[in-house]
C-alpha cells in the first residue's frame, strides 16, 4: 500500500521563478494539505483541498495557490519565489470520514530559492 | 491561536535511558494530538495518536500520555537505542480533519 508521493524530492529555482509541487495521497484517503517547513522548524500549515476545493487556508500569501484533481492528487503552485520561500515542502493526506484516524505525511520536496 | 510548545529542544542520553519528552499546547479544545518523527531532511513518520477523549497510547517502547485539561502530552521512550536519535514533533488537532499545529520538535541524540 503506497503512502504519500511527493515529487520532485529536491529543486533549486531562482527568486521570481514559479515552482509547481505534487502530491499523490495515500490510498483511501481524500484530503490532503501542504505544510511548509523552514529550517530548525516545526511545519506551517499552508493549506488543505477537499474534494477538489480549498478548505483551510493557513496565514500565507497568496502567491501560494493550490489544485486538487478528481483522483484526489494534488499540486501546490508558488509563484515570484522569493529567498524566504526556501523550505522542505511536505503533503499530508487524511481521509475527511475518518479523521481520528490522523494524517500521514510524505517525505517532502526540498525548495531552495537562489 | 493554537500555541505549541515542547521542551527540551534537544536532548543527548546514552543508550538504554528511558526518558520523556514534553509537548504543552495553550487551546484545551483539541480532536486529537499526534507525535511524528522526523529524521534529519526526510518527511514525518507518524507515531502515536491520541483522541481526546483517550489517555494514553501505547507501540512498543513509545508511550503517550495526554492531559487535555491541563493541555499537556508526553512521549516516554524506553529502553533508548541509537536508531531513535531523531527530531520529535507533537501536533494537534481542532477538529476532523482540521489542520495541524505543531511545536518546534525536541532534537534527540542516543549516543552509544
Known amino acids: 500500500d503506497a503512502g504519500v508521493t511527493q515529487s520532485p524530492t529536491h529543486l533549486i529555482k531562482t527568486r521570481g521563478q514559479q515552482v509547481t509541487l505534487r502530491c499523490s495521497p495515500k490510498?483511501?484517503?481524500?484530503?490532503v494539505s501542504w505544510y511548509q517547513q523552514a529550517l530548525g522548524q516545526g511545519p506551517q500549515f499552508i493549506f488543505q483541498?477537499?474534494?477538489?476545493?480549498?478548505?483551510q487556508r493557513g496565514n500565507f500569501p497568496d502567491r501560494f495557490s493550490g489544485h486538487q484533481f478528481p483522483n484526489y492528487s494534488s499540486e501546490l503552485n508558488v509563484n515570484a519565489l522569493l529567498l524566504g520561500d526556501s523550505a522542505l515542502y511536505l503533503c499530508a493526506s487524511s481521509s475527511i470520514n475518518r479523521g481520528k484516524d490522523g494524517y500521514t505525511f510524505g517525505s517532502g520536496t526540498r525548495l531552495t530559492v537562489v | 491561536k493554537q500555541e505549541v510548545t515542547q521542551i527540551p529542544a534537544a536532548l543527548s542520553v546514552p543508550e538504554g535511558e528511558n526518558l520523556v519528552l514534553n509537548c504543552s499546547f495553550t487551546d484545551s479544545a483539541i480532536y486529537n494530538l499526534q507525535w511524528f518523527r522526523q529524521d534529519p531532511g526526510k518527511g514525518l513518520t507518524s507515531l502515536l495518536l491520541?483522541?481526546?477523549?483517550?489517555r494514553e497510547q501505547t507501540s512498543g517502547r513509545l508511550n503517550a500520555s495526554l492531559d487535555k485539561s491541563s493541555g499537556r502530552s508526553t512521549l516516554y521512550i524506553a529502553a533508548s537505542q541509537p536508531g531513535d536519535s531523531a527530531t520529535y514533533l507533537c501536533a494537534v488537532s481542532g477538529g476532523t480533519a482540521s489542520k495541524l499545529t505543531f511545536g518546534t520538535g525536541t532534537r534527540l541524540q542516543v549516543t552509544l
Open positions: 490510498s483511501g484517503h481524500d484530503t
Open positions: 483541498y477537499y474534494e477538489e476545493e480549498e478548505r
Open positions: 491520541i483522541q481526546s477523549s483517550q
